[in-house]
C-alpha cells in the first residue's frame, strides 16, 4: 500500500487493473478474504477428511464472495470456473497447516 500501485499481480490468476483511489477497497477486500481463509485452515487443521471440507469451504466463501460482488453466472457454473483454484488453494493451506504445526 505505501507504494504508488497500478495493478495487482494474484497468484493463479492475471493483472488486475485499477483506478489509484480504488487501491484501499481492493487492498482491503484482499485481506480480508485472506484472513477468511486462514480462519478456515485453522478450524479445519485436524478434521480427518480435511481436504474435502477445504474445497467445500473455500467454494462457500468464493461463492458468497461472488454473489456480494454482483456475479450474474449461476452458482453452479461460478463452482465450475472456480474448481482448479479451489483444489490448489485448498492444497496450498494443507501444506501451510502442515507446516505451522503447533
Keep these: 500500500m505505501s507504494f504508488d500501485q ?5 497468484t493463479h ?3 488486475i487493473g ?3 483511489q480504488d487501491l484501499p477497497r481492493l487492498a482491503a477486500l484482499l485481506l480480508a478474504q485472506v ?5 478456515l485452515g485453522l478450524k479445519l487443521r485436524n478434521a480427518p477428511d480435511r481436504h474435502q471440507q477445504l474445497k467445500a469451504g473455500l467454494r462457500e466463501l ?8 454482483g456475479c450474474r453466472l449461476p452458482p453452479d457454473q461460478q463452482a ?4 482448479m ?12 497447516l502442515d507446516k505451522t504445526q503447533p
Design 6 to 10: 497500478r495493478a495487482m499481480y494474484l
Design 13 to 15: 490468476y492475471s493483472r
Design 18 to 20: 485499477f483506478d489509484k
Design 35 to 39: 484472513d477468511e481463509m486462514e480462519a
Design 62 to 69: 468464493y461463492l458468497r464472495r461472488l454473489l456480494e460482488h
Design 80 to 83: 465450475e470456473l472456480l474448481e
Design 85 to 96: 483454484d479451489i483444489e490448489l488453494n485448498a492444497q496450498g493451506l494443507a501444506v501451510w
